[in-house]
């Protein structure tokens, strides 16, 4: 792997919660799934595009891609080797001669300069030490008029369906765990503005869209993957089991109103933001 400068991120993504999401990549992606339509209409792959992946994970919009792009190709990059190893095994089981995976921080990585057509990222670009450091690397490895789509999260909605179905756990999560931190770096339409446009790109644009968010086939799967992830998990850990037990019960019981026939569904609501690097940069 060449130079790192998101060091607690690299560290974080290649501890448990990177390997929690290489080993539940399925229940992952199904969470993320509402997010995959509106990214890839906004991309509009065409079938000789070269595209970038950033912070790829365990590389399904990597992929996805790669289907697109049947004549080019679909390169993912992301600090984890657990999710890495993972989205090449996945690629090679399902025969896509057109993807690679690079491990690598997508900030300082050294891309061939004008390398790609296009990059996306699903929820992938929050977490950089210096974002627009990170955009003007990732803007230099699209050629002229080249393009960059994306999706970040809105802001949170303390009267939405997660602040009410988790409102138990509220007492207890004191921050981000460290793979976390900077989630919410990019919630801001202004401030993503402003980042793209620093770091070098034209005809920005960040567009709200609603998503449905599946936690788990019913309320008790839902709980049982939620209390595992990587930011619950840091949490809770000197939680004394009484109060885990008690919590854990209440939210069971808030999240059987979202059980649908496709599973426990939240309203999310992300940016789907696109930028061009200028044709004559």
Not at 88 to 105: H, M, P, S
Not at 201 to 215: L, R
Request: aromatic fraction near 6%.
């Amino acid at each position: 792997m060449q130079s790192v400068i998101n060091t607690e991120q690299a560290k974080a993504w290649n501890g448990h919660e990177g390997a929690h999401w290489a080993e539940n990549a399925d229940r992952y992606d199904a969470m993320a799934a509402g997010i995959n339509d509106p990214l890839f209409a906004a991309a509009t792959i065409g079938e000789h595009d070269r595209v970038l992946d950033v912070g790829c994970g365990t590389g399904l919009v990597t992929r996805l891609a790669a289907r697109r792009a049947s004549r080019g190709t679909s390169t993912g990059i992301d600090l984890s080797a657990p999710m890495l190893e993972r989205a090449r095994a996945t690629a090679a089981r399902e025969g896509l001669a057109n993807v690679t995976f690079e491990r690598g921080d997508a900030q300082v990585h050294p891309f061939p300069p004008g390398g790609h057509d296009l990059a996306v990222s699903r929820g992938g670009v929050m977490f950089f030490a210096d974002h627009v450091a990170a955009f003007a690397n990732i803007r230099r490895a699209l050629r002229p008029g080249g393009r960059l789509v994306f999706a970040s999260p809105q802001p949170g909605n303390p009267d939405g369906d997660h602040a009410r179905a988790f409102a138990a756990l509220g007492p207890l999560m004191r921050g981000p765990s460290p793979a976390q931190r900077g989630m919410g770096s990019l919630t801001d339409r202004g401030r993503i503005h402003e980042v793209l446009t620093r770091a070098g790109f034209e005809n920005v644009s960040a567009e709200p869209v609603d998503v449905p968010v599946v936690w788990g086939r019913d309320a008790d799967d839902a709980v049982d993957f939620y209390f595992a992830t990587g930011p619950v998990r840091f949490n809770l850990t000197d939680v004394d089991p009484a109060t885990l037990e008690r919590v854990r019960g209440e939210v069971c019981s808030a999240l059987r109103a979202y059980e649908t026939p496709e599973g426990v569904r939240l309203g999310g609501a992300v940016w789907i933001v696109t930028a061009t690097r200028p044709a004559a940069d």
